[in-house]
């Protein structure tokens, strides 16, 4: 063995320290943000749950239920993707119907928006969507839904909005428009089975010669609903439904809006004209509601990039921003399901009693 | 018999084949469960397909390693050192096989489908359940730690052995000119 000159030897050790010391802090940084823009998944999460997180619930649109039913396709999709639920054919989903929010209790009617989940299929033909009331997002990308979520949070000492951040907030972002105005014109109707819910986001259909077509859909309701609901109750929306499925399915169309090649796919701050060519594919028929802790909605994140063969995300920011967040929620609530399996999905049950 | 010097070919392309490979897996995962950035999509499918081929990969390697005889260390090693050393390379082994496993198990118990480069989908082997996902969901971040841990050291003990102590350890996975 070669005998090594004493004075190198501090030199090697450098060298040793350099390179694994170096390596160390670089996985570190990584792990600690190196390289990530403002605002991270966990950033985003962190300011959805609050300060008080509602251990073992989803940390946005908090407050919902499990549903059952089956899509029935009348094929009329076909021609243009290839996935297994638009054959002329009946799919199984599980969904789920919520309100947006933190707030696993928080009253059915004071929520601004509403929302219904979907999951069809299974392997690669699986299907997600999360759909909500609004046809647009106020803004087009994560920095700036970071933003409004902050503008239009209570401030932390008042308790109250501040309505002088949310303005300042609507001002420097002109794009707002379109979802403000959609604001002004809604009226929120007296049943989850009679309100529009929208995809928001555009997506591509395939078809069998890789022809790619952006579309936006939409669950149309068939029904109207304008009945007084009982305001002091907090369950008001979940009772309504809940009662109505047992008496008859509820139905929804499932719209798809075609986009053109003058419409921009990839930003969901923008309404596409009326005339744009809309295809039924078919009826989403919901069959059976359940509390959470009854159904199986509970242990699904409703992704919407988890997408069947026949469709891909488009580059829109907010789409793509969207996968990274629900993972990072979706791992927070399980952890809490693992580490306390007494935490019940859904606290529904006891509200009633307590009516 | 004796033993050889240095560990065989095919034990030495496994070996710094699948230390590219790891790397960039944990650099990859660290960085994209935190992007909210359209690049999340794609990164996300590599690091499953790839992260397949990791689990195929460290299966070989340990057939590879269990069939062929494995370079003597130096006699210069005092024997409980030499017993680290090979602990050490069992435990590198059990976390090679956790983080690949953890994730598909993981991906099974969120009931998403684990596809390959878009080219086969593999079977779910576990239920879709939410406290099974936060199981394995964190074990394949501590894991990932542990991993990371184990390497850094392994890393500064075969530096040593190769620059300060010169005994010819370093050398058995490098390989040696003839
Ligand atoms: C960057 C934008 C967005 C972020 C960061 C975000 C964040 C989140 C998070 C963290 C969850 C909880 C996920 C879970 O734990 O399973 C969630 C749920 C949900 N989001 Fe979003 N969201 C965004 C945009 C949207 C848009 C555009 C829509 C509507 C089209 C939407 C509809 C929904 C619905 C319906 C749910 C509830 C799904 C369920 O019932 O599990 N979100 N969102
Ligand atoms: C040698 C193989 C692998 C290594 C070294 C590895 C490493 C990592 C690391 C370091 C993270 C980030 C964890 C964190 O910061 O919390 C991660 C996340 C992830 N890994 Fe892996 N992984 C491997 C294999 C796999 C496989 C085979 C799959 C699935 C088929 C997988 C699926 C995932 C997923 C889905 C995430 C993100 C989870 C989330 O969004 O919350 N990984 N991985
Ligand atoms: C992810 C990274 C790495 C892993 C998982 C890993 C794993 C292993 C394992 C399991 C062994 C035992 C032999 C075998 O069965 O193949 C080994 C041996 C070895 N590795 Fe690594 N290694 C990594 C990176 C490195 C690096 C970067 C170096 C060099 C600086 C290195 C140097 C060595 C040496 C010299 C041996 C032979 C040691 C002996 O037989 O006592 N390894 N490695």
């Not at chain 2, 909210?36 to 690091?47: A, V």
């Amino acid at each position: 063995m070669l005998k090594q000159k004493p004075s190198a030897l501090p030199l090697r050790y450098a060298v040793i320290i350099g390179a694994v010391g170096g390596l160390g802090a670089l996985l570190f940084a990584v792990a600690g943000g190196l390289g990530q823009s403002s605002v991270t998944a966990q950033d985003f999460v962190n300011l959805q749950e609050g300060n008080n997180p509602h251990l073992g619930f989803r940390r946005a649109h908090a407050k919902g239920f499990c549903i059952a039913g089956e899509f029935v396709s009348n094929g009329s999709l076909q021609p243009y993707s290839i996935a297994p639920q638009f054959a002329a054919t009946s799919t199984p989903f599980v969904g789920r119907i919520s309100i947006a929010g933190n707030n696993p209790t928080a009253p059915d009617l004071n929520a601004p928006v509403r929302s219904l989940a979907l999951s069809f299929g299974a392997g690669s033909s699986r299907w997600l969507t999360a759909m909500n009331t609004p046809p647009v997002m106020a803004v087009g990308t994560p920095e700036a839904f970071y933003q409004q979520i902050q503008a239009l949070s209570p401030d932390p000492e008042t308790g109250e909005r501040n309505p002088e951040r949310i303005q300042a907030f609507f001002a420097t972002h002109p794009e707002t428009q379109t979802f403000r105005n959609w604001q002004a014109g809604y009226t929120p109707t007296a049943s989850f089975a009679s309100e529009i819910y929208h995809s928001i986001n555009a997506f591509y259909l395939i078809n069998e010669n890789g022809d790619r077509q952006a579309v936006r859909w939409a669950a149309m309701p068939t029904i109207s609903s304008n009945e007084e609901l009982d305001s002091e109750n907090v369950n008001a929306l979940q009772n309504e439904f809940f009662a109505r499925v047992e008496a008859q399915p509820v139905a929804f169309d499932l719209t798809f809006t075609f986009a053109n090649d003058s419409d921009d796919e990839t930003n969901p701050t923008v309404l596409w004209p009326e005339d744009r060519q809309q295809v039924v594919a078919g009826q989403i028929v919901v069959h059976q509601a359940m509390p959470e802790n009854e159904g199986n909605c509970n242990e699904i994140n409703f992704d919407p990039l988890v997408l069947p063969k026949g469709m891909a995300a488009t580059a829109d920011p907010i789409l793509r921003a969207r996968s990274a967040a629900y993972a990072e929620s979706y791992r927070r609530r399980a952890r809490e399901h693992f580490l306390n399996s007494s935490l019940q999905p859904s606290p529904q049950k006891e509200s009633e009693n307590s009516q | 018999m004796s033993q050889p010097t240095t560990y065989n070919l095919s034990a030495r392309v496994m070996h710094w084949g699948m230390a590219f490979l790891l790397f960039s897996m944990l650099f990859a995962g660290l960085a994209m469960v935190q992007s909210l950035q359209p690049w999340h999509l794609t990164l996300l499918g590599l690091h499953k397909s790839f992260g397949v081929i990791a689990l195929i990969a460290v299966m070989v390697r340990l057939i590879i390693r269990l069939r062929t005889a494995t370079p003597a260390m130096p006699d210069s090693i005092p024997a409980l050192q030499k017993r680290i050393a090979h602990a050490s390379h069992w435990l590198l082994y059990a976390a090679m096989f956790a983080m690949p496993l953890s994730g598909y198990f993981m991906q099974n118990a969120a009931g998403r489908p684990v596809a390959v480069f878009d080219l086969f989908t593999l079977p779910a082997v576990m239920p879709v359940s939410l406290p099974l996902y936060g199981f394995f969901r964190e074990v394949h971040a501590l894991v990932a730690w542990a991993l990371i841990a184990l390497v850094l050291v392994h890393i500064a003990a075969a530096l040593h052995h190769g620059l300060v102590k010169r005994d010819g350890v370093l050398q058995s996975m490098t390989g040696r000119k003839k």
